[in-house]
């Protein structure tokens, strides 16, 4: 059996009010409704050219890119939104990293130093979530677990994309419930993932 530290079990559950808190500028027209659509191989595919573009722009500072979020999980049903993880050394020294990939057309809505210091930006299109996180945050961790564990275990992928499914009609008209709504069933494949 594995063992992970203790911060990579234990998961953040953020709160509306804290989301609010590390909100910079517009939220994205995305986080307005939640459209769950059939696994699509071609996201994969978009993964691999946006990863290329975004170490082209970095350079060393991008220590890491990894495609995560259902997007990365072959059969799993999701919102067509590419969710990245990049890491950089540290998140705090923004003039290091913001200004080139701005100039990629993402920008910077979620600013959370409480959360590992976590930063999110959107696509110009809002079709992808880049999450950028520095060395040793355990959110990432648990992202690439959770991803490789919905790729080899397919009762859980679909139980997982079930419950997407009937939380985003359950939400539909409170769509910011349904990242938290989620918070159940994933705890509980984190549970089965943790006890391997």
Partial sequence: MAEYPQDVVQRFHGTPEQVDAGLVGEPPRTWASVVIEEYDPAWARRFVALRTSIVEALGDPALGVEHVGSTAVPGLAAKPIIDIDLTVEDTAQEPGYLPALERLGYRLVLREPWWHGHRMLVS?????????????????????????????????????????????????????????????????????????
């Fill in 124 to 196: 110009a299109a809002e079709d992808v979530n880049l999450h950028v996180w520095p060395p040793g945050a355990p959110e990432p961790v648990r992202h690439r677990l959770f991803r490789d564990w919905l790729r080899s275990h397919p009762h859980d992928r679909d139980r997982y994309a079930e419950t997407k499914r009937r939380l985003a009609r359950d939400t539909a008209h409170r769509p910011r419930d349904y990242s938290l709504a989620k918070n159940d069933v994933i705890d509980d494949i984190y549970a089965r993932i943790f006890a391997a």
